[in-house]
């Protein structure tokens, strides 16, 4: 009866070391990343200004800005979400709904999984060689939004597919027993009851793209840039242009990237100043993200 | 409900019948037409899901083409047996070990940090914490790898080196030390979070079996739970360690760029992805031997990402239990 | 099938009122049955006053009856009766869910502990019980390595450990079937000697009671035979209580049998008596298949 006792401590006291152990390694991230964000600010919150947004880059730290390169950031991301969203949604809705099981439909799922483990600067690599030589389109900001396209890609289809398989067989049955082809399947039924899921993939590919710095420095982006690309609304009929795509661009992780590489302190905290931006925008999307993913969760119970 | 006009088209879904209708009608317009339309939609679907492999055709081909002229120029005993990367020098060499000791040294640090940490993590959230912490800790944690990682190559050279500088007198400024703690730091949620979703998956009544033998939470853990959730555990290692290989910005901000033929965490040295990046922002001219060279460095990171791969799909397979 | 089913829930819903705070029938023979079982006529748990809850429902109401040592008792009633929740209270496994509570006492003799009173350790009780559950769930370990579990936790080890296993293996009828493959995974055996597999490992720690959860659901005719004879055996060396909603098995297998319904005990008697002659009309009807 003892030896219970004493084996029951001692089972207790493992329980109770593991614990403890298991809090201070769960702390380990959560700290580095209140550290993280508690360095930036202290770095570089003296540095956010209305000038700090609305400046060129300068061979003067002080008088250095991001305009050029949030404005590249955005650019790149319309040009990124505009090709990724349609091309992933598309390839998730035809590999969970309409894909037979034969060895195609195999390939592309290997593919898919593959694809998703190779480092983004090989896109970089693949961007550089055949989109901006082969395809003559320039290290332009139509190169950098596709790259980052292709690199976003494999999560976006997993998000659709995933977002589509909570959606119980019964609903797709009542739908095609009321006659509905499967195209309007999809259109009427399985898309708007999937948005949610497939809403917070993107996001949070989005989030991913905008903070991605190696493929576009290998695509030779450029690190200095005083220019703005010309503006998408013009004066003239047809009022739209798209002279834009064919820009030089910058993006605030390379920006970031640039000034924090130079050996002068007060460029250090310019990159501070733009990675607090970066930060910022970041955590906000997966915020959105993690909302919208709550939200579904609540609203919807099949 | 909006979504009733299908009704419109009740002949829709037998469409796929085409002349064979039973009906005995003649062939309607709408049918055909209808048909056409489904058809075409698939097509354009298949379409979107075979362009992710036209990108990885994309990768290797370019990869394969740009580095075979490479090649003509170096042979491969040159570049995996030479002991110097200098291929942008007058007189240049092109062996890529240095290169590849750069990626090992940090990749092992950022294992040792992330490994056991992300394990522990894993075990901690799915086996002892309440799920009140649960909820509130995992998206938390999965905020770490939302970071730009430009960003963590600021906090490694700002903050994590002057920190390890106080620990270890006479580390340099750029180490790989300090590039692979906060690699390993920010690749513990892969680890934690997928771990978890293995552990979690494993049903409750392999736990209470043992339970209900007078184990305690840390022996279910470890003698039970971890091994039943094993392939999903490797999976989750394998993916750690194939990031940590293709991470660039943080080695290339805080581990130095210069090739250095070192197992040495302590002393700076260039990555695989730390040479690409450095490459990449000189104005190297299309075709030159310079240029040739990032593919070829370019090549050996996608075998190496991809023997992590292979390798992880082979685990999972061999590890995978029926419950 | 419906129309009877009706029948038996309204015979039933009346019962329940008229009996809501009357004690459960149990038979006189009860006692008396005990006394007349050579050898050992001892209680081995009573339970008394017991009422569980999953957080605000209450899964078990005032539950009073006895176990009686190195007898088989089963436990029987439709789906949801509250039968499993009775018996998982007895290693403590509920305490492993938020929000569940026990109210009421099991008196283990012959120490006389409260196993679900508060000052009670769950990590001691389960180590002095052991369970069999509805599915087999070895770990994903060598056969050895499943039986051996137990019995590392509690500290054996080397020849000794072998012996056991080995003991174990042959008391649950399973060692001729393993003895060359004991380093293989506990999945390559079939549903059958996983589940005699995970009756050795219970029975290997020598608990004090073993409880089956409804052992045989998950497995063929000819596997639930050869448990059923098994659990038949095993009760010379463990007193023994088995949750099953197969009336058949109950009657064969156990000495006496309890019948369970809405989370209240109705009736309690030797299974002879329970199956030829139940004293409580309800019991008849569940028992002649009129409902559940």
Same mark, same amino acid.
């Given at each position: 009866?003892?030896?219970?006792?004493?084996?029951?401590?001692?089972?207790?006291?493992?329980?109770?070391?593991?614990?403890?152990?298991?809090?201070?390694?769960? +702390?380990?991230?959560? =700290?580095?990343?209140?550290? %993280?964000?508690?360095?930036? $600010?202290?770095? @570089? /919150? *003296?540095?956010?200004?209305?000038?700090?947004?609305?400046?060129?880059?300068?061979?003067?730290?002080?008088?250095?800005?991001?305009?050029?390169?949030?404005?590249?950031?955005?650019?790149?991301?319309?040009?990124?979400?505009?090709?990724?969203?349609?091309?992933?949604?598309?390839?998730?809705?035809?590999?969970?709904?309409?894909?037979?099981?034969?060895?195609?439909?195999?390939?592309?799922?290997?593919?898919?999984?593959?694809?998703?483990?190779?480092?983004?600067?090989?896109?970089?690599?693949?961007? +550089?060689?055949?989109? =901006?030589?082969?395809?003559? %389109?320039?290290?332009?900001? $139509?190169?950098? @939004? /596709? *790259?980052?396209?292709?690199?976003?890609?494999?999560?976006?289809?997993?998000?659709?597919?995933?977002?589509?398989?909570?959606?119980?067989?019964?609903?797709?049955?009542?739908?095609?027993?009321?006659?509905?082809?499967?195209?309007?399947?999809?259109?009427?039924?399985?898309?708007?009851?999937?948005?949610?899921?497939?809403?917070?993939?993107?996001?949070?590919?989005?989030?991913?793209?905008?903070?991605?710095?190696?493929?576009?420095?290998?695509?030779?982006?450029?690190?200095?840039?005083?220019?703005?690309?010309?503006?998408? =609304?013009?004066?003239?009929?047809?009022?739209?242009?798209?002279?834009?795509?064919?820009?030089?661009?910058?993006?605030?992780?390379?920006?970031?990237?640039?000034?924090?590489?130079?050996?002068?302190?007060?460029?250090?905290?310019?990159?501070?100043?733009?990675?607090?931006?970066?930060?910022?925008?970041?955590?906000?999307?997966?915020?959105?993200?993690?909302?919208?993913?709550?939200?579904?969760?609540?609203?919807?119970?099949? | 409900?909006?979504?009733?006009?299908?009704?419109?088209?009740?002949?829709?879904?037998?469409?796929?019948?085409?002349?064979?209708?039973?009906?005995?009608?003649?062939?309607?317009?709408?049918?055909?037409?209808?048909?056409?339309?489904?058809?075409?939609?698939?097509?354009?679907?298949?379409?979107?899901?075979?362009?992710?492999?036209?990108?990885?055709?994309?990768?290797?081909?370019?990869?394969?083409?740009?580095?075979?002229?490479?090649?003509?120029?170096?042979?491969?005993?040159?570049?995996?047996?030479?002991?110097?990367?200098?291929?942008?020098?007058?007189?240049?060499?092109?062996?890529?070990?240095?290169?590849?000791?750069?990626?090992?040294?940090?990749?092992?640090?950022?294992?040792?940090?992330?490994?056991?940490?992300?394990?522990?993590?894993?075990?901690?959230?799915?086996?002892?914490?309440?799920?009140?912490?649960?909820?509130?800790?995992?998206?938390?944690?999965?905020?770490?790898?939302?970071?730009?990682?430009?960003?963590?190559?600021?906090?490694?050279?700002?903050?994590?080196?002057?920190?390890?500088?106080?620990?270890?007198?006479?580390?340099?400024?750029?180490?790989?030390?300090?590039?692979?703690?906060?690699?390993?730091?920010?690749?513990?949620?892969?680890?934690?979070?997928?771990?978890?979703?293995?552990?979690?998956?494993?049903?409750?009544?392999?736990?209470?079996?043992?339970?209900?033998?007078?184990?305690?939470?840390?022996?279910?853990?470890?003698?039970?739970?971890?091994?039943?959730?094993?392939?999903?555990?490797?999976?989750?290692?394998?993916?750690?360690?194939?990031?940590?290989?293709?991470?660039?910005?943080?080695?290339?901000?805080?581990?130095?760029?210069?090739?250095?033929?070192?197992?040495?965490?302590?002393?700076?040295?260039?990555?695989?992805?730390?040479?690409?990046?450095?490459?990449?922002?000189?104005?190297?001219?299309?075709?030159?031997?310079?240029?040739?060279?990032?593919?070829?460095?370019?090549?050996?990171?996608?075998?190496?990402?991809?023997?992590?791969?292979?390798?992880?799909?082979?685990?999972?397979?061999?590890?995978?239990?029926?419950? | 099938?419906?129309?009877?089913?009706?029948?038996?829930?309204?015979?039933?819903?009346?019962?329940?009122?008229?009996?809501?705070?009357?004690?459960?029938?149990?038979?006189?023979?009860?006692?008396?049955?005990?006394?007349?079982?050579?050898?050992?006529?001892?209680?081995?748990?009573?339970?008394?006053?017991?009422?569980?809850?999953?957080?605000?429902?209450?899964?078990?109401?005032?539950?009073?009856?006895?176990?009686?040592?190195?007898?088989?008792?089963?436990?029987?009633?439709?789906?949801?009766?509250?039968?499993?929740?009775?018996?998982?209270?007895?290693?403590?496994?509920?305490?492993?869910?938020?929000?569940?509570?026990?109210?009421?006492?099991?008196?283990?003799?012959?120490?006389?502990?409260?196993?679900?009173?508060?000052?009670?350790?769950?990590?001691?009780?389960?180590?002095?019980?052991?369970?069999?559950?509805?599915?087999?769930?070895?770990?994903?370990?060598?056969?050895?390595?499943?039986?051996?579990?137990?019995?590392?936790?509690?500290?054996?080890?080397?020849?000794?450990?072998?012996?056991?296993?080995?003991?174990?293996?042959?008391?649950?009828?399973?060692?001729?079937?393993?003895?060359?493959?004991?380093?293989?995974?506990?999945?390559?055996?079939?549903?059958?000697?996983?589940?005699?597999?995970?009756?050795?490992?219970?029975?290997?720690?020598?608990?004090?009671?073993?409880?089956?959860?409804?052992?045989?659901?998950?497995?063929?005719?000819?596997?639930?035979?050869?448990?059923?004879?098994?659990?038949?055996?095993?009760?010379?060396?463990?007193?023994?209580?088995?949750?099953?909603?197969?009336?058949?098995?109950?009657?064969?297998?156990?000495?006496?049998?309890?019948?369970?319904?809405?989370?209240?005990?109705?009736?309690?008697?030797?299974?002879?008596?329970?199956?030829?002659?139940?004293?409580?009309?309800?019991?008849?009807?569940?028992?002649?298949?009129?409902?559940?």
């Amino acid at each position: 009866m003892s030896d219970f006792k004493r084996i029951i401590a001692k089972r207790k006291r493992q329980d109770f070391i593991f614990n403890i152990v298991g809090i201070m390694c769960t +702390l380990v991230g959560i =700290v580095t990343l209140g550290a %993280l964000l508690t360095d930036l $600010l202290m770095d @570089g /919150l *003296t540095r956010l200004n209305w000038t700090f947004l609305t400046s060129f880059p300068s061979r003067f730290a002080a008088r250095a800005g991001i305009l050029s390169s949030w404005v590249g950031t955005l650019l790149i991301m319309l040009v990124t979400a505009l090709t990724a969203v349609p091309l992933g949604v598309s390839a998730g809705i035809y590999l969970e709904e309409y894909a037979r099981k034969n060895w195609v439909t195999n390939l592309i799922e290997i593919n898919i999984a593959n694809l998703a483990g190779v480092p983004s600067i090989i896109y970089g690599l693949m961007a +550089l060689g055949l989109l =901006v030589y082969q395809f003559k %389109l320039g290290q332009s900001v $139509l190169t950098g @939004g /596709l *790259t980052l396209a292709f690199l976003i890609l494999p999560i976006v289809i997993v998000a659709t597919r995933e977002a589509l398989r909570t959606i119980p067989q019964g609903i797709r049955e009542a739908a095609y027993a009321l006659g509905s082809s499967k195209w309007q399947v999809v259109r009427h039924h399985l898309l708007p009851y999937s948005l949610g899921g497939t809403m917070t993939g993107i996001i949070i590919a989005l989030s991913r793209a905008i903070g991605e710095t190696a493929p576009l420095i290998t695509i030779g982006a450029l690190t200095f840039i005083a220019f703005l690309p010309p503006l998408p =609304v013009t004066t003239q009929p047809p009022f739209l242009s798209i002279e834009w795509l064919w820009s030089p661009f910058s993006v605030l992780p390379i920006q970031m990237f640039n000034w924090v590489s130079r050996p002068d302190q007060d460029f250090v905290v310019n990159a501070a100043g733009a990675g607090l931006v970066l930060i910022v925008v970041t955590l906000l999307l997966n915020a959105i993200a993690i909302l919208i993913r709550y939200r579904v969760r609540k609203r919807i119970k099949w | 409900m909006k979504e009733i006009p299908a009704l419109e088209h009740p002949v829709a879904a037998a469409a796929d019948l085409g002349m064979g209708s039973p009906s005995g009608n003649a062939p309607s317009v709408t049918k055909r037409l209808s048909y056409i339309k489904e058809r075409f939609i698939e097509v354009l679907l298949f379409l979107a899901a075979f362009s992710s492999v036209a990108i990885t055709v994309g990768i290797v081909g370019t990869l394969l083409y740009e580095s075979a002229s490479f090649f003509a120029y170096v042979s491969l005993k040159e570049f995996l047996t030479g002991t110097l990367w200098t291929p942008l020098f007058a007189s240049p060499r092109f062996g890529i070990l240095p290169l590849i000791t750069g990626t090992l040294v940090t990749t092992v640090v950022a294992l040792v940090v992330a490994l056991p940490i992300g394990t522990v993590v894993a075990i901690y959230l799915s086996e002892f914490a309440p799920s009140s912490v649960r909820e509130i800790v995992k998206p938390a944690l999965e905020l770490l790898s939302a970071v730009p990682t430009v960003v963590y190559g600021y906090f490694a050279l700002q903050f994590m080196s002057p920190l390890l500088q106080k620990l270890f007198p006479g580390l340099p400024t750029f180490n790989m030390l300090s590039a692979g703690v906060v690699m390993g730091i920010m690749i513990i949620p892969y680890v934690s979070s997928l771990s978890e979703d293995a552990m979690r998956a494993v049903p409750m009544s392999l736990r209470e079996g043992a339970y209900a033998m007078g184990a305690n939470r840390i022996i279910t853990a470890l003698k039970v739970v971890y091994p039943a959730a094993l392939s999903g555990i490797v999976a989750s290692y394998i993916l750690a360690i194939s990031r940590a290989i293709g991470e660039t910005m943080i080695v290339a901000i805080a581990a130095g760029m210069q090739p250095n033929l070192t197992l040495d965490p302590r002393e700076p040295a260039a990555t695989i992805t730390a040479f690409i990046v450095q490459v990449s922002l000189g104005d190297l001219p299309h075709g030159s031997i310079g240029y040739q060279s990032i593919f070829a460095a370019g090549v050996t990171l996608f075998i190496m990402t991809l023997i992590f791969n292979i390798l992880g799909y082979i685990l999972r397979k061999r590890f995978r239990e029926v419950y | 099938m419906s129309a009877s089913l009706e029948i038996g829930i309204a015979s039933l819903t009346q019962m329940t009122i008229s009996d809501q705070h009357a004690q459960p029938q149990v038979s006189s023979e009860v006692a008396e049955a005990g006394q007349k079982t050579v050898g050992s006529p001892k209680i081995k748990a009573e339970v008394e006053g017991l009422n569980f809850f999953y957080g605000k429902l209450q899964a078990l109401k005032n539950i009073n009856m006895g176990f009686n040592a190195n007898q088989v008792t089963a436990i029987i009633g439709p789906s949801g009766c509250g039968k499993s929740t009775l018996l998982r209270c007895f290693n403590r496994i509920h305490d492993l869910y938020p929000e569940t509570r026990y109210e009421g006492k099991i008196i283990l003799q012959p120490s006389g502990i409260n196993l679900i009173g508060p000052e009670t350790d769950p990590l001691e009780m389960r180590m002095r019980m052991s369970m069999v559950f509805q599915k087999p769930n070895a770990f994903p370990k060598s056969v050895f390595d499943n039986v051996a579990f137990g019995l590392r936790l509690r500290g054996v080890a080397g020849k000794e450990l072998k012996d056991q296993v080995e003991q174990s293996l042959r008391s649950a009828a399973l060692w001729d079937e393993v003895k060359d493959r004991l380093r293989e995974s506990a999945y390559t055996l079939s549903g059958g000697q996983q589940q005699r597999l995970c009756i050795a490992r219970a029975l290997a720690t020598e608990p004090e009671i073993l409880l089956f959860d409804e052992p045989t659901s998950a497995l063929d005719p000819i596997a639930t035979a050869k448990i059923e004879n098994l659990i038949f055996d095993l009760k010379r060396e463990v007193t023994v209580v088995i949750v099953t909603h197969n009336m058949q098995q109950a009657a064969r297998v156990s000495d006496f049998t309890a019948f369970m319904y809405l989370g209240e005990l109705i009736e309690l008697a030797p299974t002879k008596v329970m199956f030829e002659n139940p004293a409580i009309k309800l019991t008849e009807e569940y028992i002649t298949g009129h409902f559940g």
